[in-house]
């Protein structure tokens, strides 16, 4: 139950989407991307609610002849697997901090600040044109921006290395986190990430024959979950101290086998040597036949992005889909920290996780049989309730997790409560995500698919990043708390709290802000479903006419 996105929303995140963090029932609506099939036969993975490539460019045309196999292109496709892992390592790694930094009892506010580090991936349609438009011939449309920009994430993580131990607080005693530096530093990471994702995405098309293009979802899907298990899920086991002493050591230490500034380090390295290899070894595709799509200028697809908003089909859709998460964002964003901060170590949380791997495939193929049809929506409708009465289960979840702990950790029964709630509410999380990618496809203009899909997906992403943001921001002035042993004394500031424990009192805990929160989200969640509810899922029964372009 771990706060980031995806991912890959997620944020991702995925989701962040790509391979949310550990237990995700957290922000961003992270299940791993579905499939899009294009009338052509080809496929394209949808991570985080933004997979979608802004502009689709034609797979290579190759001599006609005998279809080739997967065989014949087999060192492209294990290149695009290894990019989409590389991919996942930042997504993972910025998916612990928020873990460590709960560990480090920073403030719900301070977290509410670094949760911005999740916004890059489903911001990316803002600086994806100019990805696609600006590029040099000679070496290659997306290796003119793959190769610098891994070469700078190489490089970034190298010299993160160097700094991440003091942003954390690490170095020096009493010496707390640097929430404003870390949260800079992991946003420009992301950012970077994005671009590379965006040059993936790009090349993935083009590589790869039209009868093996679809391996490229494959590798989307497989790649990111792998990078981000590597970044997140094996991080955070090895950087435990008590992880490694309980299964992996003979002779306890004090810290784990890795540390941050390890892992960054050996990865800094990898990008670096790897990318020279693709510079040097890897040649593009230079004579590919542009779609009507590609074809168009930065300003043009900008303009093109503007029409489609202002449709007003189009807009009473953001605007609903925008606020449709709210009621989940208190389970989704809080729950996790939630549970690190009443002592569930974070590496367990995060290794949770991996037995939820084959039903986060397993659902989407067994749920898309209901949103196949032509009125997605209603499957969205039916999940709702289901997953906002989640939030009063996860709410119960943190107020027994206290009851059960004892000196050793944690009964092996209260993790397996913990397992089967995320088991059961990945099933409604998925409900929603797959009705929401399939009513995206369906009401897609055709001719300008990429840029339209891409549109819908990112405000889906939005709609459960910004309420994420701010439940974590609003723990803090809804909790009530009391000094305890001076009188006179409250804690109402974080100057009263000091000054309460500089006169020998403590700060006690009268009323979790994280309660209160979700009974007013789930109130919310409940309001929208009746009173929006309907109105959202008349969408599907407006005529296809509402949701195309007008063309001059």
């Not at 040059?199 to 293009?213: C, H, I, Q, Y």
């Not at 939820?356 to 209901?370: D, E, H």
């Not at 949103?371 to 009465?389: H, S, V, W």
Request: glycine share 8%.
């Amino acid at each position: 139950m771990s706060p980031t996105i995806s991912c890959k929303d997620s944020s991702r995140q995925r989701r962040p989407g790509s391979y949310q963090s550990s237990l995700d029932v957290m922000k961003s609506d992270g299940p791993p991307p579905p499939l899009d099939f294009y009338e052509d036969g080809r496929t394209e993975s949808v991570a985080g609610g933004d997979r979608q490539p802004l502009l689709l460019e034609e797979p290579n045309v190759r001599p006609t002849g005998s279809p080739q196999g997967y065989r014949a292109e087999l060192g492209s496709i294990l290149l695009l697997l290894f990019l989409y892992i590389l991919q996942g390592i930042p997504l993972g790694l910025a998916g612990s901090i928020p873990l460590i930094l709960q560990s480090k009892n920073v403030s719900y506010k301070d977290q509410a600040f670094f949760s911005f580090v999740f916004w890059p991936f489903s911001l990316k349609l803002l600086w994806a044109p100019l990805v696609d438009a600006v590029y040099f011939r000679r070496f290659g449309r997306r290796k003119s921006w793959l190769v610098p920009t891994q070469y700078v994430l190489g490089f970034f993580m190298m010299y993160l290395s160097k700094q991440v131990g003091s942003l954390l607080g690490e170095e020096g005693e009493g010496k707390s986190p640097d929430v404003v530096a870390l949260t800079v530093t992991f946003f420009l990471f992301e950012f970077l990430a994005a671009t590379q994702d965006i040059a993936v995405d790009g090349w993935a098309l083009t590589m790869l024959s039209r009868e093996n293009v679809g391996y490229a979802s494959t590798c989307n899907s497989v790649g990111q979950t792998a990078g981000y298990f590597l970044g997140n899920v094996l991080f955070l086991a090895l950087e435990s101290a008590s992880f490694c002493n309980k299964y992996l050591r003979f002779q306890p230490q004090p810290r784990g086998i890795v540390t941050l500034s390890d892992f960054l380090f050996f990865w800094g390295a990898v990008f670096l040597i790897t990318t020279t290899l693709v510079a040097l070894l890897k040649k593009e595709e230079k004579k590919i036949t542009p779609s009507k799509e590609e074809t168009k200028g930065i300003m043009d697809t900008y303009k093109l992005l503007f029409s489609i908003v202002r449709m007003p089909a189009v807009l009473t859709f953001c605007a609903m889909i925008l606020t449709a998460k709210i009621g989940f964002s208190a389970a989704d964003a809080v729950t996790g920290l939630k549970l690190v901060e009443e002592g569930v170590p974070k590496e367990h949380l995060a290794l949770l996780a991996v037995p939820m791997v084959p039903l986060q495939i397993i659902l989407p193929l067994i749920i898309s049989k209901y949103t196949a049809g032509p009125q997605p929506l209603n499957t969205f409708y039916k999940a709702m309730p289901f997953r906002l009465l989640f939030g009063l289960e996860f709410a119960f979840l943190v107020w027994w997790t206290p009851k059960v702990k004892y000196e050793g950790g944690f009964p092996i029964y209260y993790y397996i409560v913990l397992l089967l709630s995320y088991a059961l509410h990945q099933v409604t999380v998925y409900s929603m995500y797959v009705a929401i990618m399939a009513f995206n496809a369906k009401i897609s203009d055709p001719l300008i698919g990429g840029t339209y899909m891409t549109l819908l997906n990112t405000v889906s992403n939005l709609g459960g990043n910004w309420p994420a943001t701010v439940a974590l921001w609003l723990v803090d002035p809804l909790t009530v708390k009391e000094c305890v042993g001076v009188e006179g004394h409250s804690c109402g500031t974080t100057a009263a709290t000091e000054l309460c424990i500089k006169e020998g009192g403590s700060c006690i805990i009268t009323l979790d802000g994280y309660y209160v929160e979700s009974l007013i989200c789930i109130a919310l969640g409940f309001a929208w479903w009746l009173f929006l509810g309907p109105r959202f899922k008349k969408l599907q029964d407006e005529r296809a006419s509402s949701w195309k372009c007008r063309r001059s």
